[in-house]
């Protein structure tokens, strides 16, 4: 017998579940009232009321009938919101990219242009990011659409209150207060900003596509490298919030004095500036655009040119151990190897299995697997949208009046 629940009667924060509860079964499938009922286990009179207030805020529609097993043919309602949109904006070492989506998540423009990674010199590079905001917006205007929902993506920590950029060696930042940065310049911007730093997000979303998996080491690069450790389907912050700093795990005793102070970081040696001293190249190659001289690094080392692969090899023992070290530590499900080198995961998965114990072989039930995120370098981006589509869905009569 399905729950009783008078809609006049509900209470606000009820009603905002029972609403956010229809909104998600709508976003996963297009489905007919009978089937809400079924599946929530709200009586149909609610779902009706409920589905009356979706359909008269715009934020669902009813689209093509289904057959009924039998009986009249069903009307199916599915999730509409043609006027809003989810906006997550990218600032990587070389550019900013901006990913407009519609509630569905399907996206809908997008935009990069490059910084040229003016060191130091962050107003350079929140005039680029400002540019791709302001492009996105009139994007979303010719669509008819408003943007609901705002990430400001960032490949560094973040912290504070509000939250600002904590310091980015890649640019040469020091503390940087991006949203303020881009509400001067993009007076269009309202409150609804967020800050975030990347990996989290890219981390989530890939254990999201890979399936349901609550415990991985995450290690990603591209313009730079990072990571994510996520335990009980939890990314652990630590007590600074810079747990999963991966890049600046010093793996190598008594190596290369790192940008971060410390010696024989995993940047130092496997980072594309060392890569490509490795290969004989000029690390300058890398100083525009890391993650496009990261790219190219990789394909050579795929299409088996011999320098490349040199370089490569070198790197692979103090990746693994690396990734061994975690491993042990934290006995992940999968170890996610994203980014560029997501790639080469396979020769990281060689590598990888080469110091493990047998008990924790690789491939068997007790041991980790080494596996390429399906994402790429879009991981973070996706990952914004994903969280903006979750808040969003939580509240959808707040997508309405917001703007
Ligand atoms: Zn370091």
Redesign the pocket.
Known sequence: MPREVAPSLVSGDVRRHNLSLVMGLLAQKPSARSEISAATGLTRGAVTALVNQLLEAGLVRESGQSAASKGRPLTNLELWAEDVALLAVQLASDEATALLTDLAGEPVHRGSLPHHRPMGDPDAVLDVVARVVEDALAAARTRGRRVVDMTVVVLAPVGGSPPKVVGDLSLGWGEVDVLAGLRARVPALDGQLRLSTDMPLAALAELRHLGPIDDAVYLKADSNIGGALVVGGRVIEGAHGLGGAL??V?VVRDGLL?????HG?L??VAGIDALLVAEGRDPGEARESPSAALGAFVGRVEAGDASARSAWDGALPVIAATLQILASALDPRVVIVGGHWARLSASIAGEFAANRADIVAVGSPLGATVVAGPLGPDAGLRGAIEAARARQLADPLRIKFNS
């Open positions: 890049a600046h010093p790192c940008d971060c102070g410390q970081c940047v130092t």
